[in-house]
């Protein structure tokens, strides 16, 4: 027979522990102070106990939705939710002191701003298909010139500092939103043939282009441009997170695959140099540009961070007194990514984006080229802002590398050059690879570059523009310290008539929007001429991208 309850003494500890939890649940019922312990009787107290030591813990473990970098918070949480075509709005308002930040970019916008596209035209749902507003290639007439059919497209990031599902997630992304996808330095890897059309890069160490003796090959290009969707080619002179330097593929990467892919022994560092065999200057560049065109007929440019000043206003006067030279310039800004690079360069070598975009077309547009080249933007321009912004500097086109990572997984672990990535997109370790589903993920990267030109585009649109290529540099201002405010124009030195848009080209990019559908009537089918787009659509979540949805919007 067991002993009556009050000889038991762990009975009434539980018993006295109920009738105290009992009570305070109906006190917290009944009070009206604090609506959430009201509305989670008991819990609610943990919301105060936080609260009560936020400011330590934040210190320690939380950092603002501004911090953390080189992704904010609130840029991660925007693209893992626009990656997952859930609505992405943000509630209460900015937390940033706009009156404190120095440098902050404001688009003023116009009271009569311009409608979207009409249903099933070009910039409408559901893949807001937004072309570029130059011809690649056009000007200097090559054969297969074309007009790229996305203004956002996948950076290079080489075969190897990636892992070979995350190739083939962004390929297959590509090919779902119609942008093209840059090889990287690394060659050209079974996992970029998933459909996505292709840039072919050609680094310092000619992956998949050279010869037995590691010089550059015009014949083995041919082979693998006839092997795949290669639209064109692209020259890496240098990378915004490791100028002056050239790629290192750390031995623990070098798989037996991307050692025959690369032509180097596996299990060992892979390095290539910072400069060119094939060329030692720019007239030699021009001529090496024009031999690879000439051959394949294909585009081909350059990539390259924005150091000596020099070697740009050469680039230019040589442009314009030949005739010949790059369909196209990449400028990577010094804010860029890398897969591993010493730390001195990431922080101190190159012009950030901003200033190195500005620098470099002044010299294209008053050497009369403005219109011939297409610019190509990099350097965390992933967001609707930035790559505003970029085109407002002259950038016909922008490239987003490190943002796409994010989108099919990435969390910013900054762990990419150890072979450890915890989301198998930066590593070569097969166990870690698993957890990344390219088919799933190829949604998610198509679903982030298509809600970032939908994004854009309605930008672009609040700024009286129809068409992201349109927009009025005249419409932004940088906002500094002590209340300052100076025209974009002015902080960079533009002249009022850049970025050169000539009547004949406005009229043709003009032509790449659709004509706008009549106004709608409040309610689910006005969301895109509100600027909410894919409001109204009943398969899209709206997500708490701040907050308590923040685990549902996480990566992953
Ligand atoms: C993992 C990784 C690998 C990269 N590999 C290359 C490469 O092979 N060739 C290249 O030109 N740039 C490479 N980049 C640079 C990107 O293409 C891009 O220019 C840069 O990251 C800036 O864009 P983002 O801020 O959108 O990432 C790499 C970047 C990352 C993060
Ligand atoms: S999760 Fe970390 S290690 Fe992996 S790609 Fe992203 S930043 Fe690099």
């Known amino acids: 027979m067991s002993p009556p309850a009050e000889r038991r003494p762990g009975l009434r500890v539980g018993a006295l522990a109920g009738a105290a939890l009992a009570g305070l649940v109906a006190r ?19 919301r105060y106990w936080l609260e ?38 943000f509630g ?44 690649l290639g056009g000007a200097h007439g090559r054969r297969r010139a074309f007009r790229p059919a996305s203004l956002v ?24 939103a119609g942008c093209l996808h840059n090889t990287g330095e690394g060659g050209l890897a079974p996992a970029h043939q998933h459909g996505g059309e292709l840039i072919h890069q050609i680094g310092t160490g000619y992956f998949g282009c050279r010869d037995d003796g590691g010089r550059f090959s015009l014949d083995r290009l041919q082979e693998r441009i006839a092997e795949a969707p290669v639209r064109a080619i692209e020259i890496k002179l240098s990378q915004g997170a490791k100028p002056g330097l050239g790629g290192l593929l750390p031995a623990a990467k070098v798989t037996p695959e991307i050692a025959r892919i690369r032509g180097v022994p596996a299990g060992r560092d ?80 190159s012009l950030p984006f901003k200033v190195a975009m500005s620098r470099v077309y002044p010299m294209f547009a008053q050497a009369g080229l403005a219109e011939d080249v297409v610019f190509i933007g990099a350097g965390r321009l992933g967001f609707p802002d930035s790559a505003l912004t970029a085109l407002a500097l002259g950038c016909d086109m922008i490239n987003v590398g490190r ?43 198509a679903n982030y570059v298509v809600g970032l030109r939908s994004e854009l585009q309605s930008l672009a649109r609040a700024c009286g523009a129809r068409h992201p290529a349109l927009i009025d540099a005249g419409r932004i201002e940088v906002v500094g310290a002590r209340y300052s405010s100076t025209p974009f124009h002015d902080v960079f030195g533009y002249s009022a008539d850049w970025p050169v848009v000539s009547a004949a080209r406005r009229a043709e990019v003009e032509g790449l929007v659709g004509a706008p559908a009549p106004p709608q009537p409040p309610g689910p089918g006005a969301g895109e001429q509100a600027g909410f787009p894919g409001a109204g659509d009943p398969t899209r979540r709206h997500q708490d991208v701040r907050g308590m949805g923040e685990a549902a919007s996480g990566a992953g």
């Open 52 to 89: 009560a030591v936020g400011p330590e813990l934040r210190q320690y473990i939380v950092t603002s939705n501004d911090e953390e970098r080189p992704f904010s918070r609130d840029q991660r949480r925007w693209v893992y939710a626009s990656s997952k075509r859930e609505i992405n709005t």
């Open 270 to 349: 892979c390095a290539s140099p910072a400069f060119h065999s094939a060329f030692g200057d720019v007239d030699g560049l021009i001529d090496f540009v024009e031999r690879i065109a000439d051959a394949t007929g294909l585009p081909v440019g350059v990539k390259s961070a924005v150091g000596d000043l020099g070697f740009w206003e050469t680039l230019a006067t040589r442009m314009a007194a030949t005739g010949g030279g790059p369909d196209f310039v990449t400028v990577d800004g010094g804010e860029g990514g890398t897969g591993a690079a010493p730390l001195t360069f990431s922080d101190h070598v």
């Open 28 to 46: 917290d019922l009944r009070q009206r102070q604090h609506a959430i312990i009201r509305n989670f009787p008991v819990v609610g107290h943990f």
């Open 153 to 176: 497209n996948v950076s290079g990031m080489s075969y190897g500092s990636l892992s070979p599902v995350a190739v083939e997630a962004l390929n297959r992304g590509a090919a779902l």
């Open 403 to 445: 943002e796409a990572m994010l989108a099919i997984g990435c969390i910013q672990a900054q762990r990419c050059h150890t072979d450890k990535c915890p989301t198998g997109v930066a590593t070569q370790n097969r166990w870690l690879m698993r957890g990344l589903d390219p088919e799933l993920k190829s949604a998610r990267a």
């Open 92 to 135: 209460f308002g900015t937390d940033n002191e706009m009156e404190v930040i120095d440098s902050l970019v404001v688009f003023k916008h116009s009271p009569f701003p311009e409608l979207p596209p009409a249903k099933g035209s070009p910039g409408a749902p559901p893949d807001y298909r937004l072309a570029a507003g130059k011809v």
